[in-house]
Structures are given as C-alpha cells and as structure tokens.
C-alpha cells in the first residue's frame, strides 16, 4: 500500500513539473547585476512580510498586525494558518524569505496535484487510458483563449502574436486550473478546496467542515465561495430534496461558518480605522468581461451541457446529489465573479482563479471520457488515437501557448520575470537588518526598498505595499513633498527615523539640519539617521 501510494506521488510530481519552468526562469539572472528573489510576482513579498510579524516584536505572537501600517502599534488583528505556517518555517530555518516562499511552493504543488488526482478518481476513475488523458486535460486543459487571441490578431493586425489578448493579466489571472500552481499560495488554497470538496464526495462531512473553516481562514474570497457553495448545495439538499444522506449539522456547520467568515471580515475587521481604509483601496472593479469567459470556458462548457442536453437526460444527470454540487460549484463560482451586476465590485476577478473551469469540467468529464474511449478503440485505428491526440492538444492550447512563452526565443533571460534585488540593495537590506535599527520608522525613496524592507528586516516603512499601505495616496504624497522640499510631519519628528534616499543627488536639505546624520552609503543609496526633536531636548539616545 505504501508503495502504491509512492506511485501517486511521484505521478504529482511528474503532473505538477512544468510549473519548475517559471521559475528557472525566474532564477536566471536579470538586468545588470540584479539577481531573483524567489518572489515572481509584487504581491507574494507580502505573504513573508506577514509570516514574519509573528515573531518581529522579538516574542511569538498567534495574531499578527499589518506589517505595511508605518505604526508599530497597529493593531494585531489578523490570522492566516498558512501565514503562519510560513512564519514558523522562517522562524526554524532563518532561510531566505523568498527560498522558503518557492519551497513551500513546490510543496503545495505537488500536494495540490495529488489532492486532484484523488478527486478526479472518485468522480471520473483512472483505469483506461481515455481517463488517464482526461486527468492530463483537468490538470491543465484550458479553454480557447490562446488560440482565439491568435486568429484575432492575425485577421486584425495581419501577424502571429496576441495570446493574451482576451486573457486577463497576460494570463496570470489563471482561469483555468493547473497554471493556479504557479502560485504557492494558489495552490494551496485549491488543494484545501479541492480536499474538502472531496471529503463532501465521500460523506465525511465533520472533516470537510474543519477543512472549509481553515479555507475560510486562510483567505477571504476563497473562503467565501467554498461556504458560499456548500451553504447553497446543502440548503438544497436538506431542505427542498430533503434528502438524509446530507447532515443537517453540516448545513448548519456550514452557515455557522459563513456567518464567522461574513463577520471577521466585514463586522469585527472593519470596526479597525486602518483596515475600514484598506476596504476602501480594495475597491477595485476587477472584472471579468464576457470575451474571456467564454473562450476560457468554451470547450469544458461544452462537454458539460452535452452531458444534460435534453430534458430527459437532465433529469438523470441531476438525480445524482455530486452532479448538483458541482453545479452549485458553477453557479455560485460564477455570480461571485460577476458580482459587480449586483453589488459595488471588489475584485471579482479573485473569485475566477480556474473554479468554475473545474466545476464545469466535471459536470462535462463523462462526455469527455466517452469520447477519448470511443477515438481510441480499436475499431478506429489509426485515425482514432490521432482524433484524440487532437482533442487532448485542443483542451491543452491555452496552456502550451502560456508556457510555451517563457522559452527561447520568446523568452529572454534578461528580462526581468518576478521580483529581482541588485547587489546593492542586498547590502541595503541586511544592513538595516541589523538590531540597532528595531524601532526605526522608515523613510525610502525606492519604493522597492520601502515594501521589501518589510520582507527581509523587522522595520516598517511609511509606504510599503500600493494596496496594504493604510491611506496610500496620502503616504506617497507625504514621501514626495519630503524628498522634495524636506517637509517632515510633526509625526516623523517624534520618531527615530532612516532615511533611505538615492545616491548622486548631492546633499539634500533636510540632511543639513542638525538632527541627520549619515549612517551607510553605496553606489546606490545613502541613508540618514534622523533624531527625534525630543531626543535632541536633553536626551542622548534614540528614543525607540
């Protein structure tokens, strides 16, 4: 048994190995003598910025505060498990916070991709070779946005190119399932998904409860639509089929946890000043426009109303209790990303992320199976397996044409994928590491030095992150009347701060006053210590 579950892992490995491209990508040096993070994309720093708030105030705290609000005082509010899972790794380990974000990354891949393989075995089976292709097209079939980007661009401009010309965010909005891996965090949030959603497949409805309640934990949207999904496929199930194989402790689980989820982020979150004006940067209309969904969702929306055609075929498909979850999986998938037709739109392109793409698959995966048996019998040799080669190539288009750009001569090395630190920045950042500097505020006229500062050393920055800084705009307005014309607020002259400002713009005018003082210099960057005024009043040290 061991053995034969060895096997399962090393076929996930083997699944989840074409995320590696990425990042070997990622790792080849950039422009200059800038060299990778382990952070391919601006907001993965963030998730190492929190898992370090932990541990920052020098003792373990279970609760975190927002490591992007310049006051140490904020408030620690927030819990995550696998933020906490990260803080505890880099609390073990003192690796890199970017090493540690790619390892936990593979990890959660192949985890993810094991969880899938489970999945799919209880829905579709893996005994024939139809369904061991159908299993390669649910881990990274797509739709037809590539393709469609394709012919668009050829009829309109006359030349190849235009992948992701209806694909959102140059494709990193990840609208079907495998490319989710991508992202360590993704992946783990689809793997607890797609566990628990088995767990409701096989009856283990206490366990799926507890998975649900980490899910709800960990994110805010994805959290959301798990509940939002088993509160409707239960309501149903209990009480309008009344059908007894579903709890109704688990519907009343499930609710229970939607009203906490509903609450934590809505009620007892937005009762904080600083995150009621993180709600309002979070505003944000995200949408998804109906020239990419369609495409994305083409060929496994296809599949799936083949299956439920006619009357008489959709009464047998929807007799099955795991065919109505899948389509409750669907419809609250797909109000939730087009919320915006009903409510002030918050992001709804977070609730996409390759959910409906796999409810829809499902509800369509025994269409799809009878046609790969049916190309592959013998009776259709040779034609057939090349018919299925076909349909198989159809399904993976999106995600060939994905990857297939970040390799030569599509690619170029120097080219900047991911977060990349130069080597003085490097020095920048372990010098501020230092313990001497706990308790500074932080002043930078990098930007990219004032949000990874929070990753790599315990200080706070007045501005950080674009949308986890409290009151962004002002912040940034403040910086750059600073830099400018060395404007301190009275709230900086109470502080003990460093100011991280660029070499080679000669001696600025807040650094002639008595209280600077030059503290570290590189080709790069010069930094200031400034003393707070009621240091200078009769005290000789930095107040922290």
Same mark, same amino acid.
């Given at each position: 048994?061991?053995?034969?579950?060895?096997?399962?892992?090393?076929?996930?490995?083997?699944?989840?190995?074409?995320?590696?491209?990425?990042?070997?990508?990622?790792?080849?040096?950039?422009?200059?003598?800038?060299?990778?993070?382990?952070?391919?994309?601006?907001?993965?720093?963030?998730?190492?910025?929190? $898992?370090?708030?932990?541990?920052?105030?020098?003792?373990?705290?279970?609760?975190?505060?927002?490591?992007?609000?310049?006051?140490?005082?904020?408030?620690?509010?927030?819990?995550?498990?696998?933020?906490?899972?990260?803080?505890?790794?880099?609390?073990?380990?003192?690796?890199?916070?970017?090493?540690?974000?790619?390892?936990?990354?593979?990890?959660?891949?192949?985890?993810?991709?094991?969880?899938?393989?489970?999945?799919?075995?209880?829905?579709?089976?893996?005994?024939?070779?139809?369904?061991?292709?159908?299993?390669?097209?649910?881990?990274?079939?797509?739709?037809?946005?590539?393709?469609?980007?394709?012919?668009?661009?050829?009829?309109?401009?006359?030349?190849?190119?235009?992948?992701?010309?209806?694909?959102?965010?140059?494709?990193?909005?990840?609208?079907?399932?495998?490319?989710?891996?991508?992202?360590?965090?993704?992946?783990?949030?689809?793997?607890?998904?797609?566990?628990?959603?088995?767990?409701?497949?096989?009856?283990?409805?206490?366990? $799926?409860?507890?998975?649900?309640?980490?899910?709800?934990?960990?994110?805010?949207?994805?959290?959301?639509?798990?509940?939002?999904?088993?509160? $409707?496929? $239960? =309501?149903?199930?209990?009480?309008?089929?009344?059908?007894?194989?579903?709890?109704?402790?688990?519907?009343?689980?499930?609710?229970?946890?939607?009203?906490?989820?509903?609450?934590?982020?809505?009620?007892?979150?937005?009762?904080?000043?600083?995150?009621? =004006?993180?709600?309002?940067?979070?505003?944000?209309?995200?949408?998804?426009?109906?020239?990419?969904?369609?495409?994305?969702?083409?060929?496994?929306?296809?599949?799936?109303?083949?299956?439920?055609?006619?009357?008489?075929?959709?009464?047998?498909?929807?007799?099955? =209790?795991?065919?109505?979850?899948?389509?409750?999986?669907?419809?609250?998938?797909?109000?939730?990303?087009?919320?915006?037709?009903?409510?002030?739109?918050?992001?709804?392109?977070?609730?996409?992320?390759?959910?409906?793409?796999?409810?829809?698959?499902?509800?369509?995966?025994?269409?799809?199976?009878?046609?790969?048996?049916?190309?592959?019998?013998?009776?259709?040799?040779?034609?057939?397996?090349?018919?299925?080669?076909?349909?198989?190539?159809?399904?993976?288009?999106?995600?060939?044409?994905?990857?297939?750009?970040?390799?030569?001569?599509?690619?170029?090395?120097?080219?900047?994928?991911?977060?990349?630190?130069?080597?003085?920045?490097?020095?920048?950042? !372990?010098?501020?590491?230092?313990?001497?500097?706990?308790?500074?505020?932080?002043?930078?006229?990098?930007?990219?030095?004032?949000?990874?500062?929070?990753?790599?050393?315990?200080?706070?920055?007045?501005?950080?992150?674009?949308?986890?800084?409290?009151?962004?705009?002002?912040?940034?307005?403040?910086?750059?009347?600073?830099?400018?014309?060395?404007?301190?607020?009275?709230?900086?002259?109470?502080?003990?701060?460093?100011?991280?400002?660029?070499?080679?713009?000669?001696?600025? !005018?807040?650094?002639?006053?008595?209280?600077?003082?030059?503290?570290?210099?590189?080709?790069?960057?010069?930094?200031?210590?400034?003393?707070?005024?009621?240091?200078?009043?009769?005290?000789?040290?930095?107040?922290?």
């Amino acid at each position: 048994m061991v053995r034969n579950e060895l096997r399962w892992w090393a076929l996930s490995l083997l699944l989840a190995s074409p995320v590696a491209l990425i990042y070997l990508c990622h790792l080849q040096d950039g422009p200059g003598d800038r060299t990778a993070t382990g952070f391919i994309q601006y907001d993965m720093p963030y998730y190492m910025a929190n $898992a370090r708030e932990h541990f920052d105030s020098g003792h373990f705290c279970l609760f975190y505060g927002n490591p992007f609000s310049p006051r140490y005082g904020t408030p620690a509010i927030y819990f995550q498990p696998l933020i906490l899972a990260l803080g505890l790794l880099w609390r073990a380990t003192g690796a890199d916070p970017g090493m540690i974000f790619m390892a936990f990354g593979a990890v959660a891949a192949v985890a993810c991709v094991r969880v899938a393989i489970a999945l799919y075995r209880e829905v579709v089976g893996l005994e024939s070779p139809a369904q061991g292709l159908g299993l390669i097209a649910f881990l990274w079939g797509g739709g037809l946005l590539g393709l469609s980007g394709l012919v668009y661009t050829l009829v309109t401009e006359h030349r190849l190119g235009g992948i992701y010309t209806f694909d959102p965010g140059e494709g990193w909005w990840f609208l079907n399932f495998g490319r989710n891996l991508i992202y360590p965090t993704e992946a783990a949030y689809h793997a607890l998904f797609l566990g628990c959603m088995l767990l409701v497949l096989r009856g283990r409805y206490t366990a $799926a409860a507890v998975v649900a309640l980490v899910v709800s934990l960990s994110h805010p949207f994805t959290g959301l639509q798990l509940l939002a999904i088993l509160a $409707a496929w $239960a =309501a149903f199930e209990v009480h309008f089929l009344e059908d007894r194989a579903v709890p109704r402790r688990f519907l009343r689980a499930i609710l229970g946890l939607l009203g906490l989820h509903l609450g934590y982020y809505l009620v007892f979150l937005k009762s904080f000043p600083e995150h009621r =004006a993180l709600m309002t940067q979070w505003e944000l209309p995200w949408t998804i426009e109906a020239r990419s969904f369609l495409p994305a969702d083409l060929l496994v929306g296809g599949l799936a109303f083949w299956a439920f055609r006619r009357f008489r075929l959709a009464r047998g498909f929807f007799a099955s =209790a795991r065919n109505r979850l899948f389509l409750a999986w669907f419809l609250v998938s797909f109000a939730l990303a087009n919320h915006e037709f009903a409510f002030k739109p918050v992001q709804p392109l977070h609730f996409t992320r390759g959910y409906e793409w796999m409810a829809l698959f499902l509800m369509g995966s025994g269409t799809l199976i009878v046609l790969l048996s049916r190309l592959l019998a013998p009776v259709r040799k040779p034609l057939g397996p090349l018919g299925a080669g076909l349909v198989l190539a159809l399904f993976l288009s999106d995600n060939v044409l994905f990857f297939g750009s970040f390799m030569p001569p599509f690619f170029a090395a120097d080219s900047g994928l991911g977060m990349k630190l130069s080597r003085d920045q490097r020095e920048l950042l !372990s010098w501020l590491n230092a313990h001497e500097h706990r308790g500074f505020l932080l002043l930078s006229q990098d930007p990219e030095i004032g949000y990874l500062a929070t990753v790599y050393t315990p200080l706070r920055s007045w501005y950080s992150h674009w949308a986890n800084t409290p009151m962004i705009r002002r912040r940034i307005s403040e910086l750059d009347r600073f830099f400018a014309s060395g404007q301190l607020l009275p709230y900086w002259k109470r502080k003990p701060l460093l100011v991280v400002s660029l070499a080679g713009q000669g001696q600025p !005018s807040w650094a002639a006053s008595g209280r600077a003082m030059e503290v570290f210099r590189n080709r790069t960057y010069n930094v200031f210590r400034l003393i707070p005024e009621r240091a200078m009043a009769g005290r000789d040290q930095v107040v922290r």
